[in-house]
């Protein structure tokens, strides 16, 4: 028996290009095959429905994304941690507009395959573990305000400057990365005032 004419790859690229051709609500089993010229049968062979395809791509898409600001992380580098947004942004136009201009409540769906909510689930949990080691990096304290001003300059800034150049399918300009390490210095440095006094 030959190999499949098309992968579980061509199909979540028809699916991302679909999204940033006409927008989410356009992705359906007939438009993926009509763009792929595959048979209906195919996408089924390999997904039970467009929203279990639209599930694997969108946390694909967040997995992608959390690697860079972990390594970032990881080597205790803040800063590099909340450039990441407009970085990844720039490499991966279609998937940060598929994250970045949805919201998770339109992918993560209550009829998934349990195998698929389960790697939301820990996905999630890891998000949520995440926020007090990004408080660490920046502060190296991890209490309530500190997690805050953390979640504002890795996750909220980032994604509010980069947002509006998404929306015109653009990639963001070098001025969003100022913009970013402008408000990150103010900020840390307002924080390390606060604590001086």
């Known amino acids: 028996m030959g190999h499949p004419k098309f992968s579980q790859e061509d199909f979540f690229a028809a699916a991302l290009a679909i999204i940033a051709e006409r927008g989410l609500l356009a992705v359906t089993v007939a438009s993926i095959s009509a763009r792929l010229k595959s048979p209906t049968g195919s996408f089924y062979h390999r997904f039970a429905s467009r929203d279990v395809l639209l599930g694997e791509l969108w946390l694909r898409a967040v ?25 990844w942004a720039r490499k991966h136009l279609d998937k940060a507009r598929l994250l970045l201009l949805y919201d998770r409540s339109d992918f993560v769906q209550g009829d998934w ?23 660490r990096v920046i502060f190296g304290k991890d209490g309530r305000e500190e997690q805050r ?19 015109r399918g653009e990639k963001p300009p070098p001025l969003v990365d100022q913009l970013i390490r402008t408000t990150y210095a103010a900020v840390v440095a307002d924080y390390r005032s606060r604590r001086k006094r």
């Open 113 to 135: 395959p349990e195998a698929l909510r389960g790697r939301v689930a820990e996905m999630t949990r890891r998000m949520e573990a995440g926020s007090r080691r990004r408080a």
């Open 149 to 167: 001003l953390a979640q504002f300059l890795i996750s909220e800034l980032p994604v509010a400057v980069v947002r509006q150049h998404l929306t």
């Open 63 to 87: 997995l992608d994304f959390q690697t860079g600001v972990g390594k970032a992380l990881d080597a205790g580098d803040g800063l590099a941690a909340a450039l990441h947004t407009p970085a």
